[in-house]
């Protein structure tokens, strides 16, 4: 089954301690991106990776980080959480950052940092 | 940076009725999506609209494209329980080159959220 799976579902960690999200998609895509999402704000693009070793920021990179080591996989790390990085995360695929390309979602982690 | 505006933001309905979203923009799209997110879930896509003027139905949901293709609507006829969710249009925007590859991003609205009852 084609699908993007995203690690843990659910995080409450403390101010300052380095957490990584994982994502991995099986259906070869090229395009990868991370997105939060809040109340009012809607989603937001943090990071995207056009390929692998090919990463750049997206509209709310600030305290955030990712790698493109493998095709399949593109985690995203908070090497310091704050509470304002307390949001629900999504990890999306695309064939290909082109246009017309249906992106692929997991199913979200939603993170608490207190 | 957000350049879809969608109204109205919640909308709650009977069972039966009709009802029609909006996602306007005052930038020009190649293309619009439309999503849809149930709860504890990611969003799914439901259509693409590519051409001005562009109609697409998928069952009791008619999706259209504005002609000068900056705005879109979504109409459900109709409505259901099982319509229930946040519906999100997506515009895909040129991103920033990276090393020297140049590509498209989505962009999405604020999203609408559906309530259907019984």
């Known amino acids: 089954e084609a699908q993007v799976t995203q690690n843990p579902r659910y995080l409450i960690t403390v101010t300052g301690k380095k957490l990584t999200v994982t994502c991995s998609q099986n259906?070869?895509?090229?395009?990868m991106s991370w997105y939060r999402q809040d109340p009012g704000l809607g989603l937001r693009q943090i990071y995207y990776?056009?390929?692998?070793?090919?990463?750049d920021k997206g509209d709310v990179p600030e305290g955030y980080k990712v790698s493109r080591k493998e095709k399949r996989n593109f985690p995203l790390i908070l090497e310091s959480p704050s509470p304002n990085q307390t949001s629900l995360y999504f990890c999306?695929?695309?064939?290909?950052?082109?246009?017309?390309?249906?992106?692929?979602f997991g199913q979200g982690t939603r993170l608490t940092v207190v | 940076t957000q350049l879809l505006e969608q109204s109205p933001q919640f909308l709650s309905i009977q069972e039966g009725e009709n009802l029609t979203v909006y996602c306007n923009s005052s930038?020009?799209?190649?293309?619009l999506q439309w999503y849809r997110q149930e709860p504890g879930e990611g969003p799914v896509l439901l259509v693409t609209?590519?051409?001005?003027?562009e109609v697409k139905k998928l069952k009791r949901l008619t999706f259209q494209f504005g002609d000068a293709r900056k705005d879109s609507s979504l109409h459900i006829t109709a409505a259901q329980p099982g319509d229930t969710g946040l519906y999100l249009c997506?515009?895909?925007?040129?991103?920033?080159?990276?090393?020297?590859?140049?590509?498209?991003?989505?962009?999405f609205g604020k999203g609408t959220s559906l309530l259907v009852t019984p």
């Open positions: 609209v590519v051409t001005g003027g």
């Open positions: 997506a515009g895909a925007v040129r991103s920033r080159a990276s090393q020297m590859r140049v590509g498209y991003a989505l962009n």
């Open positions: 990776s056009m390929n692998v070793e090919v990463t």
């Open positions: 259906m070869n895509h090229e395009y």
């Open positions: 999306a695929s695309s064939r290909q950052a082109a246009l017309n390309t249906e992106a692929f």
């Open positions: 930038s020009v799209f190649s293309s």
